[in-house]
């Protein structure tokens, strides 16, 4: 295996002035004439990649070349320097099998319609070409296909029966190339630029799937606006098209003018969807439009500045949300996530930094690093130069560097030059792996209050050393009485550790500390139960307020698996928010809901002991008992308050006091054996609903008919199928979860080579912590039996499911062999897809 380091990256010597493709399109045998217009730059041969290509011809300037040029298992092209003059067309002709394509790269079909997937690497398994980024140039495709529907990148240029011709001006790298042919019908609509330029818009769907494709076109017309107003980017093609597929690997995919998206990202009816999945389509949608700046016009020069790309539009995409729902909420969900997936990724063998200097296979450094970290890096430095320099530095960027690929040391290089900053220092975030510990210790005398910080990284994987980083610790400060004594201050640590303080306060504060999440560590303090409370109750920044509360249940909550008791503080404290909760629903669920099993788990790791699985369970369980039962009477009448009146919409109110209803619901159901969520199962008018009442029914064992009745009705609907698959692992009994889910991938329609009925079912269970960290081994087994399957069918698929195992060396020694056996088989595989073994390698290292 072959690793690729950042530090060998060289320019490409030639540069191109034009590519065009020509395709004649059929199932098994599709055939791709290319020609490319080259143009020498610098010295060296021609190096063209390609993949599992039937090469028929290859011609420069209409002379033949012989195809023993051809090297290295068939990946690569190499024309030697000296046969080249200086200006050339290189000509091919190959043949394709998209029928036969089950990894989703390069051009497959999905459910009779042809589409297409390039990033990363996805293009040489169309024709030879160079694979890289920073190889851009304009495109001009011809699709010669007897489906109704053809359509590529960039403008219409002719549309006849049988045969269509596309052009795009804009130069890009192949990894945005895209082609659709298929049966298809669209919803059209229009967006007028900020310029005066008319776009067409068109969200193209299966046919009868035309009336669920409405609120991505609305999101769309969202995402052009607001991208308008607040970075002052235009769009600049005449068509923006997107299309909804069934079968992909990931959930969308920004090629330039014709975004291709996993259906589950598109279709959405108040039947079919709930609040997340309509949360989850504007945010995609908005994602994928972005990087027609962030991504598109402006790219990365090689695969390690990926997070120049994917960090800076996660970045956007979350500001778009925040500014379309409720920014509070928003933020608490972003840091939600990025504790469950990145700072769990982090803490283990496949921690990274967002800019990796090595890889073998870039497919499985899409990660949580690049993408949610990545963003939050950004956030720092928004949060450094202040709203005016963060919008300088942007709008130098866009100027600096539009039509380029480019490396995260330009974009660092966009801030000093707009801010006058030094960001040598700051620089660290994006090369060092690891999540930062900042411990905070305090003194008190006469009015004095002084914060003594010190922050430490434990070692990752290849880097031992981890100098100090600047941190900006955003904090306030809380009186006793809970007034704000002091509104949001920002330090800046620049030192491994460093004190800080604040005189003239007349009693001893409470710190309100990392405000807004200000950055990506963890915080290790000393603060009492009733600070804690003292918090959640007073606290002005909704972030560090609902902190309080998720730290003080995490507390009670850890007790409780270690044998302690534990929880009551935060069962006392729930009164307050539970009388509140009317006027902010949303803030109301998101304290109500305890700290997941998998979070409970990192925590005791952090803090040095073993996790048990099946006691961080019984905990959680025992805690919502109690908590159910004292404040009982208040839930029921919150339950009742929060019940849906009028129309179901998808917007941020409705869907704050859907969750609300449903957080009352999970606890109530401790009380009433699920009799609620049977009666609220079958008066449900919406999928919000009829999931929650669904999942509650499993937790209660009272489930039959309920998933009989979901079947029959949704049987004909896999994305909803979807929902049906995956609920079940996830809210089984942990006792009886990997039984149940191997009868259920017994089923004719557990359809596995669909990535999204895979993840449901199979990423269902290793959510179910308990279920998945079985002491007998038998959730490791199940997984690692049907990776071993998926493997030689979806190895993008397959290589990303394996990150379940990542965490195993934090549990008891019985656990970490089980699972090592398990993965030592999935290494054994023949035929081991390299995706799958670098990550195998990489957990068992
Ligand atoms: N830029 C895209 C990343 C991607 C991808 C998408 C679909 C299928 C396979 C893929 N590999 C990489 C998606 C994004 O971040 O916008
Ligand atoms: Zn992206």
Redesign the pocket.
């Known amino acids: 295996t072959v690793t690729q380091y950042l530090a060998d990256w060289r320019p490409y010597p030639f540069e191109i002035t034009q590519t065009r493709l020509e395709f004649d399109i059929a199932p098994r045998a599709t055939r791709v004439r290319s020609q490319i217009d080259f143009r020498r730059f610098g010295a060296g041969d021609l190096v063209l990649d390609g993949a599992g290509l039937r090469t028929l011809s290859l011609t420069i300037d209409g002379r033949a070349l012989p195809l023993d040029l051809i090297r290295e298992d068939d990946e690569r092209l190499v024309i030697p320097a000296a046969d080249l003059p200086a200006s050339f067309t290189f000509a091919a002709e190959v043949e394709i099998n998209p029928e036969a394509n089950t990894a989703l790269e390069g051009l497959y079909l999905s459910g009779g319609m042809f589409c297409t ?1 390039c ?2 690497e996805g293009f040489r398994h169309i024709t030879w070409y160079p694979d890289r980024p920073d190889v851009m140039a304009p495109f001009q495709v011809t699709i010669n296909s007897d489906m109704p529907v053809l359509l590529s990148n960039g403008n219409p240029v002719s549309q006849a029966p049988g045969r269509a011709v596309w052009q795009d001006p804009w130069k890009k790298p192949a990894y945005l190339f895209a082609l659709v042919a298929g049966d298809l019908r669209a919803i059209s609509d229009s967006f007028t630029t900020m310029s005066g330029r008319k776009v067409a818009l068109n969200v193209w769907v299966r046919p009868g799937d035309e009336g669920r494709a409405g609120y991505a076109m609305e999101s769309l017309i969202r995402s052009m606006k607001w991208d308008e107003e607040v970075y002052g980017r235009e769009y600049d093609l005449d068509v923006f098209n997107i299309v909804a597929v069934d079968d ?7 090629n330039k003018g014709l975004n291709i998206f996993n259906s589950k990202l598109v279709l959405a009816t108040a039947e079919t969807a709930t609040d997340d999945d309509y949360e989850r389509i504007e945010a995609v949608i908005g ?2 439009y972005f ?1 027609n700046w962030t ?1 598109n016009r402006i790219t990365c020069r090689d695969w390690f500045q990926l997070c120049l790309k ?1 960090g800076l ?1 996660v970045f956007r995409d979350q500001q778009f949300t925040s500014d379309m729902r409720s920014a509070a909420v928003k933020r608490i969900r972003d840091v939600q996530t990025l504790r469950a997936r990145q700072f769990r990724e982090d803490a283990g063998p496949l921690a990274h930094p967002p800019r990796p200097d090595h890889y073998q296979e870039i ?1 499985n450094f ?1 990660t949580a690093t690049v ?1 949610e970290k990545g963003a939050e890096v950004i956030g720092m430095l928004k949060r450094l130069v202040g709203d005016e320099g963060y919008r300088a530095a942007l709008d130098l960027y866009f100027d600096r560097h539009d039509g380029q690929a480019c490396t995260i040391e330009d974009w660092i290089a966009v801030f000093q030059d707009a801010t006058g900053r030094d960001l040598t220092q700051f620089k660290r975030w994006y090369t060092d792996a690891g999540t930062p510990r900042l411990t905070l210790s305090e003194d008190w005398a006469e009015g004095r209050l002084t914060l003594n910080f010190s922050q430490d990284t434990a070692p990752t994987p290849g880097q031992a050393d981890k100098p100090a980083r600047v941190i900006p610790i955003a904090l306030g400060l809380i009186g006793p009485n809970g007034d704000e004594v002091l509104p949001t201050t920002v330090l800046e640590m620049t030192e491994p550790s460093q004190s800080f303080s604040f005189d003239g306060l007349g009693a001893r504060p409470v710190v309100s500390l990392l405000r807004g999440f200000s950055a990506p560590v963890t915080v290790s303090r000393e603060i009492c139960a009733t600070e804690q409370a003292l918090l959640l109750a007073h606290d002005t920044d909704p972030y560090a307020r609902w902190q309080a509360g998720h730290d003080l249940a995490l507390d009670g909550l850890i007790a409780r698996a270690t044998g302690h008791d534990g929880g009551e503080e935060f069962n006392r404290a729930l009164a307050g928010v539970l009388t509140d909760a009317t006027a902010d629903p949303a803030f109301a669920a998101l304290c109500l809901v305890l700290p997941g099993e998998e979070e409970i788990a990192t925590t005791i790791a952090a803090r040095g002991a073993i996790p048990d699985p099946d006691a961080i369970h019984a905990a959680r369980r025992a805690l919502m008992l109690d908590i159910a039962t004292t404040h009982e009477r208040a839930l029921a009448r919150l339950y009742d308050a929060m019940t849906q009146t009028g129309d179901y919409r998808p917007d941020a109110e409705g869907a704050a006091r859907r969750s609300l209803r449903l957080a009352c619901l999970a606890y109530l159901s401790r009380l009433d054996g699920g009799a609620r969520a049977e009666a609220l199962y079958k008066s449900a008018t919406n999928m919000t609903e009829r999931q929650g009442a669904l999942e509650q029914l499993i937790a209660t064992g009272r489930d039959k008919d309920a998933l009989a009745d979901f079947a029959a009705e949704f049987g004909g609907n896999r994305l909803v199928m979807d929902k049906w698959f995956m609920v079940q692992p996830l809210r089984t009994a942990p006792g009886n979860a990997v039984a149940r889910t191997r009868e259920l991938a017994a089923r004719p329609d557990f359809d596995w080579k669909n990535p999204n009925r895979f993840r449901a079912l199979i990423g269902g269970l290793t959510a179910n912590h308990a279920a998945f960290h079985a002491a007998d081994g038998s959730g490791y087994d199940f997984l690692a039996e049907w990776l071993m399957r998926l493997d030689p069918v979806n190895p ?1 698929t397959t290589a990303r499911m394996c990150s379940a195992f990542e965490t195993i060396s934090r549990y008891d020694s019985g656990r970490q062999a089980l699972a090592r056996a398990a993965l030592v088989r999935i290494a054994a595989l023949p035929g081991l897809s390299r995706n799958t073994a670098e990550m195998v390698t990489r957990i068992l290292a």
């Open positions: 997937q990033e990363a992909f690997n990931m959930g969308a995919m920004e994602h994928e990087h991504g994917e539009t497919n899409y993408y993008q």
